[in-house]
């Protein structure tokens, strides 16, 4: 609780004077408004009935102030155009309020939210594997939301039951202390009950908010799989989880309100019973000659203005409850650790993509070793050809050579250096990665290309979609290269998507050329035209090849065989051919499919 206290106290940082003028402007407003009726109080008993109350210091002050009974009997309007004044300021104390406390939550709100996605883009590979996208997405959005509206509405609701509830107090106790007892004889049972109430309304909160967040998840699932769900008519199934998590999400949010009705009814009549009280004991005492009906008329109106208000006290600890649990949940995010960047990192001037692993042991969970003593060199500008059953461990050595992830044992160099050294973003630049199912951005054509690199000209993206065989396929467009891609890219087929992947990669004119099975989605020919291509650039950088095809495999100088996750063979296509061994039961398995002589997807 403290903790969160002072992170929010942090977090308010900037907007903390803004946040005070508020308050300010609040207290400001309030008093102006207990103002208004005192005037009416005045006038009541010191012109209008010349009650028991007319020799009151204050009544007589009031009305000398006002210029005299018989002025003010002979001009009512002053007293209420005095009123009006007195309620007109009052309100533009209030717009300030509203405005003041907007102004500083947006910042606030703008500034946590910036700070997660900042550190979501920062946060290691490891962190979203235990993630689910639905659930930050759910903190990123809706537990933002819940904060802002704590600071923007309940601080200052809050605020104000507080303020108006101890500014009329002095005054009511100076006018008729009975009957300032009367006033607040119910409001400690008022409070005690809003408490005991929000405290279980934040209990039955976290759980709707937690339901909302799978919900979330759900929808997000869905969505991103949509094609696996078409494919396997999973449509059905997947309504029925919807509707489960939809219902059970619905009955807990009911749960919330349901809880809220139960309050409105209860506080309302707490409320009332104040009210009742004090009209009754101020009729008693009027009675009894002891109140004047100006203090009774002061006294049932100041009761009216601070007790509604003040049951929303109940709801400070309750919405505080709320917030905190939100706050919780994204500090959770803003606290998990960054990726470590080195201090003072090397940098290499002219990288000539040598990569050595040397001893590299990896395991996502300590008990189940992905990759065990690797030790691999990729000598500048050799292309190598890493083959294995499905699971033996490729894409995680592209990982590692990303640093998305690193070894459990033994190290990576960069042209001798190893990349713990390097500046991730540096490592990155030089080693590009295509990926099997590459990520489009909701962009155009050229924009997705450019994040290859930003200020390439149109001639060189031209080139590079040249070499990677997709340039016809763009210009065939109506718009060419500014041809907006759909979300993930729909709009183009996999290989499509592929080729441009591979033209965004080259674009970034690494040193180190991964394609990690980046061909599978494209035929025999165009893959052959695209390696013929890659060749050609011969001398620009070290290629790795992860594939499955012999087609893919037979332009590799070498190839490293690997079976769960070490290295069983390594040689030239000749080598391995001749030598017993998976490569060679792969070879023969994949030329007897292929009579023709082409080859297929193993
Ligand atoms: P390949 O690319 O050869 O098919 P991978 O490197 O993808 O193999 O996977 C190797 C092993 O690591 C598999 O057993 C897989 O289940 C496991 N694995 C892959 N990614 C993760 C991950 N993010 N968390 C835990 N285990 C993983």
Redesign the pocket.
Same mark, same amino acid.
């Given at each position: 609780m403290i903790s969160s206290i002072q992170a929010l106290w942090r977090l308010m940082a900037g907007s903390r004077a803004r946040y005070a003028a508020a308050i300010a402007s609040l207290a400001i407003a309030s008093s102006l408004l207990y103002i208004a009726p005192l005037v009416a109080q005045v006038v009541i008993d010191g012109v209008l009935t010349r009650g028991l109350a007319t020799s009151s210091g204050m009544v007589q002050w009031g009305v000398q102030t006002m210029g005299g009974r018989a002025f003010v009997a002979e001009h009512l309007w002053l007293p209420a155009v005095l009123i009006a004044a007195t309620t007109a300021v009052a309100g533009v104390f209030t717009y300030f309020r509203g405005r003041l406390a907007a102004g500083a939550t947006e910042a606030i709100t703008r500034r946590l939210r910036d700070r997660l996605y900042d550190h979501l883009q920062r946060l290691p590979?490891t962190y979203f +594997?235990n993630a689910e996208t639905g659930d930050l997405v759910q903190r990123c959005t809706s537990d933002v939301e819940t904060l802002r509206m704590f600071l923007a509405e309940h601080i200052v609701e809050v605020g104000r039951a507080v303020i108006m509830f101890f500014v009329p107090l002095p005054l009511l106790w100076l006018i008729d202390p009975t009957m300032t007892l009367a006033g607040v004889a119910l409001v400690p049972i008022i409070i005690g009950f809003s408490s005991v109430f929000f405290l279980r309304v934040r209990r039955a909160f976290k759980r709707a908010d937690e339901a909302e967040a799978r919900l979330t998840t759900n929808v997000q699932e869905n969505l991103s799989g949509i094609r696996v769900v078409r494919a396997f008519a999973r449509q059905a199934y997947e309504c029925e989880r919807f509707a489960g998590r939809n219902q059970s999400h619905r009955e807990l949010d009911r749960r919330v309100y349901s809880l809220a009705a139960y309050f409105w009814a209860v506080s309302d009549f707490l409320c009332f019973s104040q009210v009742g009280l004090v009209t009754i004991v101020g009729l008693v005492r009027m009675a009894n000659g002891e109140l004047s009906v100006g203090a009774f008329f002061y006294f049932l109106t100041a009761v009216n203005m601070f007790i509604f208000p003040l049951r929303m006290l109940g709801r400070l600890v309750a919405d505080f409850g709320k917030a905190t649990v939100a706050f919780a949940r994204l500090r959770e995010i803003l606290d998990a650790p960054a990726e470590a960047q080195p201090e003072h990192p090397e940098v290499i001037v002219d990288s000539r993509g040598l990569i050595e692993l040397d001893g590299v042991s990896f395991a996502?969970?300590s008990d189940?070793p992905?990759l065990r003593d690797i030790s691999l060199t990729l000598k500048p500008r050799e292309t190598v050809a890493i083959v $294995?059953? @499905? $699971? @033996? $461990?490729? &894409? &995680? %050595?592209v @990982?590692l050579l990303l640093r998305l992830y690193d070894p459990t044992e033994g190290s990576i160099r960069l042209d001798g250096v190893d990349i713990r050294a390097l500046d991730r973003k540096d490592l990155r630049q030089r080693l590009s990665v295509v990926m099997q199912e590459p990520f489009l951005f909701s962009k155009t054509l050229g924009e997705n290309l450019r994040l290859g690199r930003r200020g390439a000209t149109q001639a060189e993206l031209e080139q590079a979609a040249s070499t990677a065989c997709v340039h016809e396929a763009i210009v065939a467009f109506d718009e060419g290269y500014d041809t907006k891609v759909g979300e993930r890219g729909v709009t183009l087929s996999g290989g499509q998507r592929q080729r441009l992947a591979i033209a965004r990669a080259l674009l970034q004119r690494p040193s180190v050329l991964v394609l +990690? +099975?980046a061909l599978s989605a494209v035929d025999t020919e165009t893959e052959s035209m695209i390696l013929t291509a890659l060749a050609k650039r011969g001398g620009r950088h070290t290629t790795l090849i992860?594939a499955h095809r012999l087609s893919t495999i037979a332009v590799a100088d070498r190839v490293v065989v %690997?079976d769960k $996750?070490r290295i069983v063979q390594s040689g030239s296509v000749a080598e391995l051919r001749r030598q017993p061994g998976p490569f060679a039961r792969l070879w023969a398995l994949q030329q007897q499919d292929q009579p023709t002589g082409e080859t297929r997807d193993v």
């Open positions: 590979c +594997d996502y969970r189940a992905v $294995g059953p @499905s $699971g @033996s $461990g490729k &894409t &995680t %050595l @990982s +990690d +099975d992860i %690997l $996750g």
